[in-house]
């Protein structure tokens, strides 16, 4: 995955723990001397060990780790870094997420060799949406939650959300029933 990734757990760890704590998880994920740079490009496996050393080093679940950076990702990197991007995905929770299917179409304008996920969605009613993911990878159904309850703090849109389906094969899918209250 691009470096803006990397960047984004490097981020999260610094704002909330402090960057001695991101020098430690850097030196024991073995990556000591790397600097991340966000347009290049990361083996997948980078990532990975990133936040799984974060959760041994933390002592939080990697679910933990995982909800918390799909938050994160959300509320700082796409907030404060990409504005008129998650602007440009509409007004509402519901009018963003009926709009998700598109938006990494967006993304790759910047980030041309993303290998970004899939999104279907179906209208169940004004305040109900059933979010089909598709991924090419696994594990990374934890950052889904984070990402949409991030959704749901940037839009002011409190949500209930119900995990229908999760199939892991060597690609994931999950729906996902999200009902704005
Ligand atoms: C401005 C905001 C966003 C930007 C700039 C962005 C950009 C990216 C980039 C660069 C990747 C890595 C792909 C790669 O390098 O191969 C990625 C992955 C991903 N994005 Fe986004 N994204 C944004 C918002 C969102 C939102 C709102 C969602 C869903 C609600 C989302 C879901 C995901 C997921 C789940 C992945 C992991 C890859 C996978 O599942 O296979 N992103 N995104």
């Known amino acids: 995955m691009y470096g803006l990734v990397n960047q984004g757990i490097q981020g999260l760890i610094i704002d909330n723990y402090g960057a001695d704590i991101w020098e430690k998880i850097k030196e024991k994920a073995g990556f000591s001397n790397v600097t991340f740079l966000a347009s290049q490009l990361y083996d997948d496996s980078v990532t990975f060990t990133l936040a799984s050393t974060a959760s041994e080093i933390l002592g939080v679940s990697l679910e933990n780790v995982l909800k918390d950076f799909g938050k994160y990702w959300v509320l700082n990197i796409g ?103």
């Open 79 to 181: 907030k404060e870094k990409y504005g008129t991007l998650m602007k440009s995905g509409g007004d509402s929770i519901i009018q963003f997420l009926k709009n998700l299917p598109n938006f990494h179409s967006r993304v790759m304008l910047i980030y041309p060799k993303a290998e970004t996920p899939e999104f279907k969605v179906d209208i169940i009613s004004e305040n109900k949406i059933h979010l089909h993911y598709y991924s090419s990878r696994i594990g990374l159904t934890d950052f889904m939650f984070g990402l949409i309850d991030g959704l749901s703090i940037f839009f002011d849109a409190p949500c209930s959300v119900n995990h229908l389906k999760h199939t892991e094969t060597d690609t994931t899918y999950d729906l996902f029933e999200i009902t704005v209250q």
